[in-house]
């Protein structure tokens, strides 16, 4: 499991997803609500307005979003997207994530070791070539090949043509293929971050909760050939911020949502996707805070994971909450009843009403395999960097040489820059924290694939699953980056030579995790096109009405800033810096709830009533962390960080009622910066958009 | 689950159970290792020395062990064992776990609500009466149902002859049952504890680990007729406590072990129940620890769970560990191998080969329900105190008009004092803490049996899990203790009036938890039979050298204080208080290794070189938690509060090179009462023996 993937928040809102009510939707910059805006306020979406915005926003591909807000490079985003960046280049002296920083000057800045951001250029429907490529009546594995290797076709082209990273992009189920182009920076320098204290003030406890009090922030700065990048592509900030009641967008990246998912497809979810992978997560956080429990240094070590694992343990039990509800399932399960009755009805709903049955079968297939998948090719059974790198590197040599379009997807040549990106990273990797992680997930991998198993034998070599992943930690040198670009540069003959057990490890494991993953990839496919026809057959019968499910692609929202009612009570929309000195003093100013030493001192300083979060009723996932939140003027006035307790299950479906989004205020930002943290050049800034 | 059962530490040590060597055993006090000690030691265990022993023990049926220390009925244990009856005395206001307490005066002693300690008066072999009272050849049911009913017998009849609670065990996995009678106590009163912050110094990190720093005691005064009890039986107290290379003895009640277990069972518990069980102990502690950190008071109400939870969860860990070692594993079924061979030649060895079949057997059946049998008897599903009391204000209506033999065991006449005392506990019942448990134990029921299952269809009744739980606990009123007290008497005609929701649950459940109940009793008959054909055999090949499995009862272990080998680094057998500042330097201070504030004030006044905590070679497992350590002359020199980590396997096995019995020193406990907590009158009643 990718643990950055998992610092992307989700958020959005419960229920279903038939024709679009409220303000559900997460848009395509090439197909916005024009219309419904218009209708709804007022306010027309103009193409100027729209690209602006989209040439300011930010994909943060460690998982997240953010905006341009100077035109000196200044990138903002949150804290918990950039926190991976700022744990690598931390060290037991200096700590980075707990003690936050500020770069008073430009050569006070400090270089991230393997950050990524892309900026959305251009989006090109290239759907009609995609589809031309696939034989008609083509079997699903050709059909999947053809694809991919047109898509590959496309995206080397685009490359090469233009310089800019090019991926075509899956819409609408296999509706239809986007081609959108990023600038892609990859030498960005740390600015400002606060203590994680204060981005993260409340905790876990208080994730996904509201009121909250959170200045989940953090400031990069872009560079390219050592300068600064200049551009007029930003978001002007807005010094009053974000009022109650005002109409706000949100310019973002949701990570994923299954809002179309047929029954069997949720069904699947709730019993094994889920279930399985919340056991995993509860192991782990119940692992990593013992560990960490033990030493300073330990704690520090497991934080950055701990984070996500914390996290993602919330929004899984949220979304299974919906899913495990009968009234939820019921309604999902009628909603799918009446849309094939219509598809029964319709001329042409044969096809569509087939595509049903495919998807049934297929799901029965992955449902089979699908536990031997997570934990041989997924890597529940192998927590670790050491295990992900040597898989890397043994899977490297044997890819890199074949033809582009029949590699795995992260050999990929759209994919390789950033491949190698991870693969050499500096980052620190600890030992101990290796074989604490890797040492548990042997063990419940010989717990769930079974003690007997022939390849957990194999696995086990005779050891128990610690001495093993002890043995396993101690004699790898895949931790030596000179040594992975060595094998890696030496292909298969190389990587075989080194004999290194861990590479051997995931030797012993790739036969059967690769037919896993081709199987499930197989499955994925016939699901995919399954889909596409079931899409294609929705759009005849129900209009162009719908946005596409979320794919880590740029999306629009649009909302309103508005409380809501908790078990009868109002919640107010926004929160203040004097809520947030109540909270911690409710909490005697204990962890999670202690405040920095500044915080204290600096209190008397601050205008207490300023805004600091606020609510809206945008609708956003995981990956739309850092999204910002911009007003009719196309302003910066907050920056998206959380959902509330009541999206968690948005994944599947929306609803308006309790369900919102979280933004730290624009305004709340500009005072701590100046009152707190004494950076007042740095909110000059952003004030006035350049230095 | 009961989870005062798992505040029982659970320690001893690795390896394999054939005939005793080092200094393995928990041995019966009416057949002492009387020889081996002698040759060994040159010490004589005296017939007048075990009986003083004997009756200066004692038993806290919530799981753990004691001893008389005065002759006023001052009786020492762990303050984790005592944290449930502190637990339950105190309120919001006052706390009695967190900041410790000291009765200086008979007055200010503080009575408890439902605690009952007994002390052993006598053991009587009954065997051949309970071997006379099953038929020859009679069928597994009708047998377990014949020796039911002639214990019940026995222990009536003791009881009623001499007004003592009146125990059969069954020993050597029913080769042997003796009849224990207890001097039963429940006017029990608290005299001191100290903050659990100095009792449970280093919280879960340091949990299983030494070198530890741990006050970990609790003392209570016992009274009959509103006086404290008047005894010459009670232990002398040892100034200056336990030496290094000193023998020493351990008299305690430690609470189970299998070191006879054959390899299918050792499967069943390494395949099936110890995972189910961590999984289970894992996400209860993610869930109350994520609870107790929203507010003050949601830990503390959680607090004596957590604390369970945690232990247990380490516990388990650290068993399992050996279980999915293959070497560990290839030793037991080797030495099973070896025996069966021995059996394969002797004469009279084809009933215990065919009883080994037999076990296989009924494991087999074992495994195949054993799920369901967790969540719907074992309360998996259902962890609350409210489906608790339901359940047995359920039973308990269609148990007890039933003759005293057929009833479910926990209805039997020698239990229903313990019983009914658990029952109308005014013990706090907190609703939103049980809707919380039991909305995840619900949400966990469903995942493992199936949202479509029709049983879990039922419980659900149309509702989310949390839904469904919220309505349950709103609903219940068996939270009321004298609605609980008018159902039991109205029997299960008023019970069934009620319609109460949770008893209806508990009653929609019922019939298929009885049946899983009947058939997994009906297997441990089966086994239970199997394994004393098997033990007769090994006493007819191996003579009486072993001791039998642990089962809560008294027991004799011996050993020596000693130091061992951590990773080729020796860990002194003894620690001092110096070393507790120390630790707690190193921790900055921050919890769980922060010390109270007497303790800083008061440092100087300590002689920081007097010992605190040592190790002792002393075979003990959970339930041993507060057994007395006495030296040779019988005086107490310490009480055990834990094992090691390398005890951790030892419910299967013992081996003396590195696994190690915890103990507060006598002497460390004399210097905390007199220097940090002014208790001068208490530690003089202690090195007195009288107030």
Not at 125 to 131: A, K
Not at 258 to 279: C, H, K
Not at 362 to 372: C, D, G, K
Not at 505 to 529: F, G, H, I, S
Request: charged residues 25%; aromatic residues 8%.
């Amino acid at each position: 499991m990718n643990l950055r993937s998992l610092s992307a928040l989700a958020a959005g809102c419960v229920l279903l997803a038939t024709p679009t009510r409220s303000e559900e939707g997460m848009w395509l910059f090439n197909d916005p609500p024009r219309a419904q805006v218009k209708a709804r306020y007022g306010f027309d979406l103009t193409p100027a307005w729209l690209d602006h915005l989209m040439k300011s926003s930010v994909r943060f591909n460690s998982g997240g979003s953010g905006s341009f807000v100077s035109g000196d490079g200044l990138v903002i985003t949150n804290h918990h997207v950039g926190l991976d960046a700022l744990q690598k280049m931390s060290t037991a002296e200096q700590n980075y994530a707990r003690t936050g920083f500020y770069a008073a000057t430009a050569a006070a800045e400090v270089k991230c070791l393997d950050l990524e951001l892309n900026v959305l250029q251009s989006i090109t429907d290239v759907t009609p070539r995609v589809n031309a490529a696939v034989p008609a009546g083509a079997a699903d594995d050709a059909a999947a090949a053809a694809r991919r290797k047109v898509i590959a076709a496309i995206e080397k082209e685009s490359r090469e043509g233009t310089g800019l990273r090019s991926d075509v992009v899956t819409l609408y189920q296999g509706g239809a293929y986007h081609l959108y182009r990023y600038h892609r920076y990859t030498d960005i320098r740390l600015v400002f971050a606060p203590e994680q204290q204060a981005a993260f003030f409340g905790g876990d406890p208080d994730n996904f909760e509201y009121p909250r009090y959170d200045l989940d922030i953090c400031l990069f700065r872009v560079y390219e050939n050592n300068q600064p990048v200049r551009s007029a592509q930003f978001l002007k900030w807005s010094a009053a911020g974000a009022a109650k009641g005002e109409l706000v967008f949100v310019s973002g990246h949701p990570g994923a949502t299954d809002r179309l998912l047929t029954v069997p497809e949720l069904e699947f979810i709730r019993d094994q996707r889920f279930p399985y992978q919340l056991a995993t997560l509860n192991r782990w956080e119940v692992l990593l805070a013992a560990w960490g429990a033990r030493s300073d240094e330990n704690a520090r070590r497991a934080k950055d994971d701990l984070f996500g694992i914390q996290n993602t343990r919330k929004v899984r039990d949220g979304a299974l909450a919906a899913l495990q509800d009968p009234v939820f399932m019921a309604a999902k399960a009628s909603a799918e009843e009446k849309f094939k009755q219509r598809l029964a009805a319709a001329a042409a709903g044969a096809p569509a009403l087939a595509a049903y049955q495919r998807i049934a079968v297929a799901q029965r297939r992955v449902n089979e395999h699908y536990l031997r998948y997570r934990y041989l090719e997924l890597g529940s059974g192998f927590f670790s960097d050491s295990f992900a790198i040597a898989r890397a590197l043994l899977r490297a040599g044997d890819e890199r040489p074949k033809p582009h379009g029949d590699r795995l997807g992260e050999f990929a040549d759209a994919r390789h820059e950033s491949l190698e990106l991870d693969l050499f990273s500096d980052k620190p990797i600890y030992p101990d924290y290796e074989i604490l992680k890797l040492g548990d997930s042997l063990t419940d991998l010989t717990e769930k694939l079974g003690y007997d198993d022939p390849l957990v034998r194999q696995i086990l070599a005779g050891q128990s699953p610690r001495a093993r992943a002890a043995a396993l930690v101690l004699g790898t040198r895949v931790r030596d980056v000179a040594e992975r670009r060595r094998l890696y540069q030496g292909g298969a003959a190389a990587v075989a030579a080194a004999r290194d057990p861990m590479i051997e490890l995931a030797r012993l494991v790739d036969p059967e995790a690769r037919t896993l993953r081709k199987l499930m990839e197989a499955q994925d496919e016939v699901k995919q096109q399954a889909q596409a026809v079931i899409g294609r057959a929705r759009f005849a019968l129900e209009g162009t009405s719908n946005y596409p499910d979320a794919t880590f692609t740029l999306r629009l929202s649009y909302g309103t800033v508005k409380g809501y009612e908790e078990a009868g009570k109002p919640v107010a929309a926004l929160t203040d810096f004097a809520g947030l000195y109540r909270r911690s003093a409710e909490h005697h100013d204990r962890e999670p709830f202690d405040l920095p030493p500044r915080w204290i001192e600096r209190r008397a300083a601050l205008a207490l009533a300023t805004p600091l979060n606020f609510v809206s009723t945008c609708d956003i996932i995981g990956g739309n962390s850092g999204s910002p939140t911009v007003n009719r003027a196309g302003e910066f006035v907050g920056i998206i960080f959380d959902g509330n307790i009541h999206s968690l299950a948005s994944d599947f479906g929306y609803d308006d009622s309790q369900c919102r989004a979280l933004s730290v205020h624009s305004a709340g930002i500009i005072e701590a910066l100046r009152k707190v943290f004494g950076a007042g050049a740095l909110a000059d800034e952003l004030v006035n958009g350049h230095r």
